[in-house]
């Protein structure tokens, strides 16, 4: 049962990841090569964030650490959701 809510945690993420990533990719169709290149740095950076995430929350539910490890886990989903947030609202 301890394991559910760190996994759950990272499978949020995976998902948030992906539809950064998507939301990125159909940015992408009316853009000048400038802007194509800063999406590309943004797919990249979010990648990136939600790979060490998951990372992060796989090495600590080894350690034992299964409050932490939700705790990284579900941080991308939480800097991906204030990105949608501030994205929006411009």
Known sequence: ??????????????????????????????????EIRQLKLWMAGLSLLGACGVAAGIFLLRAGQFNAAAGAAITPTIIVGIVFIVALLQ
């Open 1 to 34: 049962m301890k394991y559910i809510l760190p996994i759950a945690a990272m499978l949020c993420s995976v998902v948030a990841t992906l539809t950064a990533i998507v939301f990125c990719l159909g940015m992408g169709a009316n853009s000048s090569e400038a």
